[in-house]
């Protein structure tokens, strides 16, 4: 393989991405990012993290630049000068459309069109040293950073992912300050924490260096050796092999489920309940849209039937009922409540997915939606006020028991243990589900509807019972939020809550069980809900642009999700197995021949 002259640049390409990368740090300054953020400190004292949220993009679009595609049975191009050339060209220019944006800033007043363009932007942005430095060392910054971009496709693949996971972990390290610092003042590890962190917030230059260095030596470590070894071993593994494996791993899930919160304080508890409701939502679209093909749009109307019911049941406050119910899950008249709960998610199930039967595609989606708002609605109107109390909502809801434990918001910790109990449930029966006849008829039913009802499948009845399971593990969810707030209101309900709950579903995998947990903790964990902080209280402000970019990018380069089902990966990459297949049978025939394969 010979080397190439650092001339030999796909030119278009590199002032493509060079253009792409200046307009997007363009962009995040323009809506304020850059001045919202830099008051959290990353690396302390030289970065915060709204020049973070700049100086990422000339390194990525500089490898982008650099990168060249390889097609399938040729060898891969080498690497050298060109790379270095084309991603360090790629970051010039993207400096010099960020340095032209941030003269138009400075010159003009565009603040009628752009709000966050101010003055005080402006200074951000030229370090308070005047425009003409701060364009100056923008240019010069950028083609540094994308210099390094093109140097990671120099470098071999190990290296490469060492340089990755070590930038990662210390910005992980970095921005999860708060549950870092809760685990460690938990364990009494004051000494690890002023290492690491300093009084004022942010990762210290010494605690920054020390983590990049263990997480690039445990790539080293472990690429391509222990984490090889036990993909192979695992693949080599029998179905009842896999099965005790499986249960082995699940114990030790089970039991760092009960002894992390112990460990941690409120604020991750907080977080992790959470988490644990928009999954126990999200497990339950996953039936609806995952596994039968459902696009369920108002979805939140059957966590919205959830919340109410158990309200009306339990308050004194209820508008109408005076039962007064004590929700204790550990007696009679707690499983009462819940059998009334799940009868009324049920009937409201079957009442929403009837009309939608012969409905497909966006026509479903679109009457869903409706649904989903006419609920929210009929909850907040004057008309139905006397039994759901209108705006005012239904206060005053008791804590729920289990037998002499107290379950309320006010421990987020019993909390976190109640839902995580439901979740187990909510897993196990997807999970059976999905392995039994009806989730095989769900599948039937998600390819191709036509062909599954001439294969004797009942559609109408795999329809509405996806709908009716779903809605019953949206009312969990809606029952235990009920609990652990306290009150419910209409504006707890809205539209945004389904649009998120799918986002967790296509971000983590459509039709898989782990993939959906994985994209709850990212989602919520980290981001937060609609209006529950995650551990990034600082992107409040900007956390539905982040959903949105994450899921565009999730459906241009991964739309399988981040944990997919084998089944529906197989499903989204069809034509790369059946080209895989062909080759391996055309080489099976070569060999048998005793030619060369072609």
């Known amino acids: 393989m010979t080397a190439r002259p650092a001339t030999d640049v796909d030119w278009g390409r590199v002032r493509a991405w060079g253009l792409y990368g200046g307009l997007t740090m363009a962009f995040i300054a323009a809506i304020g990012m850059v001045e919202s953020l830099d008051a959290r400190m990353m690396v302390h004292p030289v970065l915060s993290l709204g020049y973070l949220f700049l100086l990422w993009a000339p390194p990525a679009f500089g490898y982008a630049a650099a990168y060249e595609p390889v097609k399938e049975g040729m060898a891969a191009p080498a690497k050298g000068a060109r790379d270095l050339v084309a991603g360090a060209v790629a970051g010039l220019l993207a400096g010099a459309v960020f340095g032209l944006f941030i003269v138009v800033a400075a010159t003009f007043d565009l603040r009628e069109v752009f709000v966050k363009l101010s003055p005080v932007l402006v200074d951000l942005l030229t370090f308070g040293r005047g425009v003409g430095f701060g364009v100056a060392t923008w240019i010069v910054l950028s083609t540094g950073l994308g210099l390094v971009g093109g140097l990671l496709h120099v470098l071999p693949e190990r290296g490469r992912a060492a340089v990755f996971n070590a930038l990662a972990a210390v910005f992980v390290v970095a921005l999860l300050e708060l549950a870092v610092v809760d685990v460690l003042e938990t364990f ?10 300093a009084p004022n917030g942010g990762i210290t230059i ?14 080293l470590r472990t690429t391509g050796g222990a984490v090889l070894r036990f993909r192979s071993r695992y693949a080599a593994m029998t179905g009842e092999e896999r099965r005790r494996f499986g249960v082995r791993w699940g114990l030790v899930a089970i039991a760092g489920l009960v002894v992390f919160p112990m460990i941690v304080g409120g604020l991750t508890n907080e977080l992790l309940a959470n988490v644990g409701l928009f999954l126990l939502m999200a497990l339950g679209l996953n039936l609806v849209v ?3 093909g459902l696009l369920d749009l108002g979805y939140v109307a059957f966590f919205a039937v959830g919340a109410y019911t158990t309200a009306l049941l ?26 009334i709960v799940i009868a009324v998610a049920a009937l409201s199930g079957l009442v929403i997915g009837t009309p939608v039967i012969r409905l497909r595609g966006d026509y479903l989606a679109i009457v869903t939606l409706g649904f ?5 609605i009929l909850f907040l109107s004057d008309w139905l006020a006397p039994l759901f109390g209108g705006a005012q909502g239904i206060r005053n809801i008791p804590p729920g028991y289990l037998g002499p434990i107290k379950v309320a918001g006010t421990s987020p910790q019993t909390i976190f243990y109640v839902v995580t109990i439901f979740v187990g449930i909510a897993i196990y029966v997807a999970w059976r589900l999905y392995h039994s006849r009806i989730g095989r008829a769900w599948a ?4 191709d509807e036509d062909v599954a009802e001439a294969m004797g499948i009942d559609t109408t009845r795999m329809k509405l019972l996806a709908f009716v399971t779903g809605a019953i593990l949206a009312s969990f969810s809606g029952m ?7 009150s419910v209101f209409p504006s707890s309900f809205k539209l ?16 898989s069980i782990p993939g959906v947990v994985i994209g709850a903790v990212v989602l919520i964990g980290v981001l937060g809900g609609p209006t529950q902080p995650g551990l990034l209280a600082e992107f409040g402000e900007f956390k539905l642009l982040l959903y949105g970019v994450l899921l565009v990018v999730m459906m241009l380069r991964r739309p399988e999700g981040l944990w997919p089902s084998v089944q529906r990966q197989r499903e989204l990459h069809q034509e790369e197995f059946l080209q895989d297949a062909w080759l391996k049978t055309e080489a099976a025939q070569a060999a048998a021949r005793g030619e060369a394969p072609s």
């Open 480 to 486: 235990i939020f009920a609990v652990k707030v306290g």
């Open 372 to 376: 989903g708002e006419i609920v929210r």
């Open 314 to 339: 339990t308050s004194p406050l209820s508008p109408t009922l005076k039962p007064m119910f004590r929700l204790d899950l550990l007696t009679v008249e707690g499983w009462v409540v819940m059998a």
């Open 496 to 511: 945004i809550v389904s649009i998120i709950v799918l986002v967790i579903v296509i971000v983590g995998g459509m039709g």
């Open 206 to 219: 010494p605690g920054a260096v020390v983590v990049a260095l263990v997480a690039g030596f445990v790539t």
């Open 444 to 447: 039937a039913l998600r390819e």
């Open 290 to 292: 995952g596994y039968a």
């Open 188 to 197: 009494r590890l004051e000494a690890v924490e002023r290492f690491l962190y």
